[in-house]
């Protein structure tokens, strides 16, 4: 393992609010969702535990994707990335690493969130249907692993953070994670239906059920993470590798 690699995922592991917010969190939702606000004795059915599952997998998972990557914003304050520059390290490893600490950092919430679905709600799925939506789940993310770089490499320091929280919470609840889409209003609908959030719990929700993941939603979620990685790409190329002060 690239000790670059080893040094970055150190550096997240020692915040313990980036891991409440991105496992704990989604996990404690799902029991909320299921249990708390069911309405019904003994919690929601087992087709609704499952969906509120899923949902909340995405939600974790989106979460940690831009937490980890949008960090790329504090590492051109701090002047880390210009440090960086001056190693024998090559840009495209700094990059690959980038790239693999979003990816690795999506899966710890995938599956505490499920294990509170099997364990606690009850969700049953056959192996072969776990491993496919843990599998899904973990490469669709890459989708909000190139929103993030672009996020990081687009925004100061200071804007960072809130932005990061207030397109998580958007994603969120227009793409269906938080509410069925099915109660949105048709307006509503249709924004759901331009969001990549909506699409990568619908491939989730396809592996939960075990079928493949629909063609619009990987054609989707394909385009949504070429445009997010060609305009981070483009946005790298052009900001310093420090941020300007103020």
Do not use: C
Not at 24 to 49: H, I, K, M, N, Y
Not at 116 to 123: A, D, H, K, L, Q
Not at 157 to 171: D, F, R, S, W, Y
Not at 212 to 226: D, I
Request: no cysteine.
């Amino acid at each position: 393992m690239s000790p670059l690699l080893v040094f970055q995922l150190r550096r997240v592991a020692r915040n313990r609010q980036f891991f409440f917010f991105t496992v704990l969190l989604p996990a404690l939702f799902t029991v909320f969702f299921t249990r708390v606000f069911a309405g019904t004795p003994g919690g929601v059915s087992p087709e609704q535990a499952a969906a509120t599952m899923v949902a909340m997998m995405s939600y974790g998972a989106i979460g940690a994707a831009l937490g980890a990557t949008v960090r790329l914003s504090f590492d051109r304050a701090s002047g880390w990335l210009r440090q960086l520059r001056v190693t024998p390290v090559p840009q495209t490893s700094v990059v690959a690493v980038d790239v693999a600490v979003g990816m690795l950092l999506t899966l710890p919430p995938v599956v505490v969130v499920a294990l509170t679905g099997r364990f606690v709600n009850g969700v049953r799925l056959a192996p072969g249907e776990w491993a496919g939506l843990v599998g899904v789940l973990w490469l669709g993310s890459a989708v909000f692993v190139a929103l993030g770089l672009l996020l990081g490499w687009a925004l100061e320091e200071k804007a960072a953070g809130g932005a990061v929280g207030i397109i998580g919470t958007v994603l969120a609840a227009l793409g269906g994670l938080w509410v069925p889409v099915e109660l949105f209003p048709s307006a509503l609908r249709a924004v759901a239906h331009g969001l990549p959030s909506y699409w990568y719990a619908e491939v989730g929700r396809a592996a939960a059920g075990g079928g493949l993941p629909p063609v619009p939603a990987v054609a989707a979620l394909v385009g949504f993470a070429a445009v997010f990685g060609g305009l981070a790409v483009l946005v790298a190329r052009r900001r310093p590798l420090t941020a300007v002060a103020g």
